[in-house]
């Protein structure tokens, strides 16, 4: 049960298609001749535009008025302060649960799904007319609650990033990524197209992309096993390089070590999201294994 007198709910958002086309362009009438001449129709945009509006009034609507509020877009989480107690409410499509997962910390985490002819609702399964009630069994503790496993990425200078789906491990540019592998007692060094950490969120994503590829590959993990698999992409057979710790399973007694041995342009980050990204040059040490939080989603 949430404790604080007043309830808090962080409404969190991202710009929809027709928003970032008048973004771009200016006016309504500039972004449709631009979609026009290359045979697309702005309608199609302002129609889920005005589901996703819709939607948005709905949710808002939900919200007692006694309740305090503050609305967010995803582009301000990395400077927004959230509160231990915060219900954070995630108006959208799935990716923006993800988005928003990395800098919570227990906080419960409502999806509302705001158009599902256009979003599958995997993270976000409810729709706006459920809000009220998901926001009072939130207070009074009565939500079903579900705790899915995240990865979390260390660096040795205490640097650190979260991830809900994936972490990514490599050379920012995908081109060939070297550094020394281990995983409990095998160990080797690698020239690949970089590897990822995924949990079992991120099973149905990148990760499964790559199993799909591979004839013989460990079962991914579930949403809430307490564990993570990884996957490097294309390792290089050579005399200074192997393949044979090419994928597994990791968990709190086996974590992930990674030493760069990249000279530059060496990174690690989360959810795809390259632009919010930790440098791994020479010389630096990651250790990959479980998040010590998980995302708390209301089922």
Not at 33 to 47: D, K, M, V, Y
Not at 113 to 120: G, L
Not at 174 to 193: K, P, T
Request: negative net charge; charged residues 25%; hydrophobic residues 40%.
């Amino acid at each position: 049960m949430l404790t604080a007198k007043v309830p808090r709910v962080v409404l969190v958002t991202r710009p929809t298609d027709y928003q970032n086309l008048l973004a771009h362009h200016g006016t309504r009438e500039a972004a449709r001749f631009f979609l026009e001449s290359r045979g697309q129709r702005i309608e199609e945009a302002e129609s889920r535009h005005a589901r996703f509006d819709l939607a948005l009034q709905a949710v808002l609507s939900a919200v007692p008025l006694k309740w305090r509020r503050s609305r967010i877009d995803r582009s301000d989480l990395a400077s927004f302060v959230f509160e231990p107690e915060d219900l954070v409410l995630a108006l959208g499509q799935d990716g923006l649960v993800a988005n928003v997962a990395k800098y919570l910390e227990g906080q419960l985490v409502l999806g509302i799904n705001p158009d599902p002819e256009a979003f599958e609702g995997v993270l976000v399964p409810h729709p706006p007319a459920a809000a009220a009630d998901l926001l009072q069994d939130a207070v009074a503790g009565r939500a079903k609650v579900e705790g899915r496993t995240m990865a979390e990425a260390r660096l040795d200078d205490g640097q650190r990033l979260v991830a809900l789906n994936e972490v990514f491990i490599g050379h920012r540019t995908h081109q060939s990524a070297r550094y020394r592998i281990r995983l409990g007692e095998r160990e080797e060094r690698q020239s690949s197209s970089g590897l990822i950490v995924a949990t079992g969120t991120g099973a149905t994503g990148w990760a499964r992309s790559i199993v799909q590829q591979r004839k013989e590959a460990p079962a991914l993990p579930k949403p809430t096993d307490h564990r993570l698999a990884f996957f490097v992409r294309e390792a290089w057979p050579s005399r200074a390089t192997g393949t044979s710790l090419s994928q597994g399973l990791v968990d709190q007694q086996h974590p992930l070590e990674l030493t760069s041995e990249m000279n530059e342009d060496g990174v690690l980050f989360g959810d795809g999201i390259e632009q919010d990204h930790l440098e791994f040059v020479w010389g630096m040490r990651a250790v990959v294994t479980l998040a010590p939080d998980c995302l708390k989603l209301i089922r």
